[in-house]
């Protein structure tokens, strides 16, 4: 039960948003977009994959964020031969008190931050493993459910241009993930800055700046922030549009899009768009805010077209023509 | 609680907006009116004609309508303009939001009304753009005022012309139909009972009625055409040729008889004083009607028979007539043409025949003398049939006379209608038709005449006096007089004489329709055609 104000409440979200902000900036240079989604993703409770070549600091990133938050953190590095029970546990004989019996020996889902590098190098069957850990957030092992603390939150990275060994992420996976977000290559003066932080003998020093609690409070003040049913209309619309099957749909929506987005990436908008508006200091989800999240939370539930894949279509693209649509 | 800052606010947005919707939909709706105004005037004037002013009026009233029309249907709401006031002064979405949430208690809500009443203290309802459609307000206005500059042109010569013949022609048009109506009242209050019994009243009205008031000269003229057509039917259904005949052979015939009674009946019916030759025949009928001669004065009786001899004498050269007229031909005399339809399903020939046959029978009962013994019921038989077929043939006299009557005013009607489709077309200039009724009344009283004599600077009919329109050029068109080579053809005619009958009333009909032949020669051809007609009845 929150006895604090909202108004003081909202103040601390900013605060608080803004020290994990800084203090993951000490390391990671540039990249704000891609830092501020993935703390909005955090504060949601929502996954995040980042998708992006090699090097560009994804892991970097998820490292220094689980610096930046005192939690418990688990890597996970995915790999064809890697098993389910390598990822949710398995059940291991033991001897205790003269006894001898199978005990459950968590595995590194246990955990606050899971950082899935490189997941789809797993096989399909492992990275099953992680639906029920990512929506129900527990593990059911030999019948025996086992909850994971809160907050939990899995970090995800994969490599968009190596193809070979790799397994495509189902659907109904890529649907569990808040975020999808692309991490470009960094500007002249970024790769400047980051040869400067990283060429010497001492790294930056990153602290931690918030716990667990103060992400659970964040994802409690945000559900306050109320939206106006014209603002909410909007955001339907735009998740409307990206089905084909929508009259008011655009036309490259139609040609290029086989399925659209699902309620759950309204869901997960409206969360972010929540996020957005406390940052700004508004007591209102505006309809900026909504378009602004649009496209992160949509890209990964796109299917496209035969048409739309040969065509080399981009889903962001498509979201904004809906976006544009539902205006 | 509603915020008064926030509804003072969005007040002022609402007004502003639509002010600036008004000016929009004023500049689209003057550009649309200029634009149309110009068409309309163009159209006009590439016909050569003034641009009326009624549609322009039409136009502006209509294009104002749909404005105001179009305004109050995207007259923006309060919501709306929230919209559009958060869009357009950076407000994100905080109106719009504020708007839904005044009614709500809780803290946020409260929290955020302030935060917008704050953000909106900084701006006017001032800020948001509204732009005259000056573009469009000069546009349509450059245009309605060319548009208005063409209107002041008058009308072309040649569209003028028309203008004052149409004029002209309407109220000729309407002149035809009073004067006919009076023409045709008169007509009727002159009619006899017998005349009206073979030409209904309420016919005639009818066909006055039917005429239309028109611009159009060549509908005028098809009307009165239409009308002529009625009147020459009409006298054609009152023909009674073969029974005229008839009569004329049976004149003929009394002319020959050496009784002065039978030649004075024979005379009048020469002359078609059919009413005259009726009373004749009833006098002889009645002077030789014997009822009973068995209780009769010898002297009487003797006068009687003298006056029966009379008779019979009338009778037989009447019945002669009729013989020598043939057997063959009684076939076939009959109900067509408009012939007496007899109650008894007897012709004036058969009745004649009867008659005599009657009064020969009469006569043989006398001289059988069965009468003295008393007995005269056969002679009273014959006396009965005789009256009840002279009954029969003086009515049928009554009715030739009524159709002679009836159709010597069909032809003065008829000329009357020529006199009015020469009117029609300027080929007169006054109508006078009552003239032509009150002929020999002394014309108009003194000091009422028209001026249509007056001759205007130019005519009011090009095709009057105009005769090289009407002749057509020579040279040109479909021969009438081609030559037939004599063996061309089969040789065997397969008409019959009412075939050529039809054929003849079929092209003086299609002549008489022509609006470019002159009256005088219409009715000539008509004439010709009637002529020839009679001619082959005849034969």
New interface residues.
């Given amino acids: 039960m929150m006895t604090e104000s909202i108004e003081a409440r909202a103040g601390e979200f900013a605060v608080t948003f803004k020290k994990i902000t800084d203090e993951v900036g000490k390391f990671i240079v540039g990249q704000h977009d891609i830092i501020e989604n993935v703390l909005i993703a955090v504060c949601c409770g929502g996954h995040v994959l980042l998708e992006g070549v090699p090097g560009l600091g994804k892991t970097a990133l998820v490292n220094t964020l689980a610096e930046a938050l005192d939690l418990k953190f688990s890597r996970i590095q995915f790999t064809p031969d890697l098993l389910p029970s390598d990822v949710v546990g398995t059940q291991v004989l033991q001897e205790s008190e003269g006894h001898r019996g199978l005990k459950f020996q968590p595995g590194p889902v246990f955990c606050n931050i899971l950082l899935a590098d490189e997941i789809n190098r797993a096989t399909p069957k492992t990275q099953a493993a992680l639906l029920e850990t990512m929506q129900e957030k527990r593990v059911t092992v030999a019948n025996e459910t086992h909850p994971i603390g809160l907050p939990f939150f899995v970090l995800a990275t994969q490599n968009p241009i190596e193809n070979d060994g790799t397994y495509p992420l189902p659907e109904a996976q890529l649907d569990r993930f808040f975020f999808k977000l692309t991490v470009e290559l960094p500007n002249h003066d970024d790769f400047a800055e980051i040869l400067n932080r990283t060429g010497g003998n001492t790294l930056p020093k990153i602290g931690a700046v918030a716990n667990g609690d103060d992400i659970i409070k964040l994802g409690e003040t945000l559900r306050e922030i109320p939206i106006a049913s014209e603002i909410q209309d909007h955001l339907v619309r735009v998740v409307r549009n990206t089905h084909p099957q929508n009259e008011k749909a655009p036309l490259k929506v139609k040609t290029y899009v086989r399925h659209g987005a699902s309620p759950r990436a309204a869901q997960a908008m409206l969360s972010a768009a929540r996020v957005r508006a406390l940052l700004d200091g508004r007591f209102h989800v505006a309809r900026e805010d909504v378009d602004a999240v649009a496209v992160p939370a949509m890209r990964h539930r796109l299917i496209l077209s035969f048409e739309g894949e040969a065509e080399g279509i981009s889903p962001d693209e498509l979201i904004k023509s809906a976006i544009k649509s539902a205006y | 609680m509603k915020n008064e800052g926030i509804q003072k606010f969005l007040n002022e947005v609402t007004r502003r907006l639509n002010r600036g919707l008004a000016w929009r939909v004023a500049g689209w709706a003057v550009l649309i009116t200029g634009i149309v105004l110009l068409a309309h005037a163009i159209i006009y004037r590439l016909y050569g004609m003034e641009v009326p002013w009624g549609g322009a009026l039409v136009i502006s009233f209509y294009a104002l309508a749909i404005g105001a029309g179009v305004w109050l249907i995207r007259l923006r709401n309060s919501?709306e303009c929230a919209?559009v006031a958060?869009k357009e002064l950076d407000l994100?979405?905080?109106l719009?939001?504020?708007?839904?949430?005044e009614e709500?208690n809780?803290?946020?809500?409260k929290?955020?009304l302030k935060?917008t009443e704050n953000l909106l203290s900084g701006k006017k309802a001032g800020d948001l753009k509204v732009e005259l459609p000056t573009w469009s307000l000069v546009s349509g206005g450059v245009l309605a005022a060319a548009a208005i500059g063409l209107g002041f042109l008058p009308n072309s010569e040649a569209v003028q012309q028309r203008l004052d013949q149409e004029a002209l022609t309407e109220s000729r048009s309407e002149e035809i139909k009073t004067e006919l109506e009076k023409y045709v009242e008169e007509f009727i209050k002159e009619m006899s009972a017998d005349e009206k019994e073979v030409l209904s009243p309420e016919e005639l009205k009818k066909w006055v009625k039917d005429l239309k008031r028109t611009k159009d000269q060549k509908e005028a003229m098809r009307q009165l055409a239409r009308f002529e057509q009625k009147v020459t039917e009409a006298m054609s259904n009152m023909e009674a040729r073969k029974d005229e005949e008839a009569m004329k052979a049976a004149a003929a015939e009394l002319a020959k008889s050496d009784q002065a009674a039978a030649r004075q009946l024979g005379k009048k019916l020469e002359l078609k004083e059919f009413k005259a030759a009726e009373e004749d025949l009833k006098k002889l009928a009645e002077a030789a009607e014997l009822k009973d001669p068995g209780k009769m004065d010898p002297k009487e009786l003797e006068k009687k028979l003298e006056e029966l001899k009379k008779l019979r004498e009338a009778t037989k050269r009447m019945a002669n007539a009729a013989r020598k007229r043939g057997a063959g031909q009684k076939k076939k005399l009959g109900n067509a043409n408009g012939q007496m339809a007899p109650g008894n399903g007897k012709d004036m020939g058969q009745l004649m025949d009867a008659m005599d046959a009657d009064a020969k029978g009469l006569q043989g009962e006398i001289a059988k003398g069965n009468w003295k013994k008393g007995d005269w019921e056969k002679g009273m038989k014959f006396e009965k049939n005789f009256n009840k077929n002279l009954k029969q043939f003086n009515k049928n006299l009554r009715r030739m006379n009524g159709r002679n009557l009836a159709k010597r005013r069909l032809a003065d009607l008829r000329a009357g209608l020529n006199k009015a489709q020469r009117f029609a077309n300027g080929q007169a200039q006054a109508l006078g038709l009552a003239q032509g009724k009150r002929a020999g009344q002394g014309g108009l009283k003194p000091g009422v005449g028209n001026d249509r004599s007056k001759r205007k600077e130019r005519d009011e009919s090009p095709e009057v006096g105009n005769v090289a329109s009407l002749e057509g050029q020579k040279g040109v068109g479909p021969s009438i007089t081609a030559v037939e080579e004599a063996d061309s053809g089969t040789g065997i005619s397969g008409r019959s004489g009412e075939t050529k009958a039809r054929e003849f009333r079929r092209q003086m009909e299609s002549f008489v329709r022509r609006d470019d032949v002159p009256e005088d020669v219409k009715m000539g051809v008509k004439k010709y055609f009637e002529r020839v007609h009679e001619v082959s009845e005849e034969k």
């Fill in positions: 919501n919209l958060d994100k979405d905080s719009t939001s504020a708007m839904e949430f709500k809780s803290e946020v809500y929290l955020q935060q």
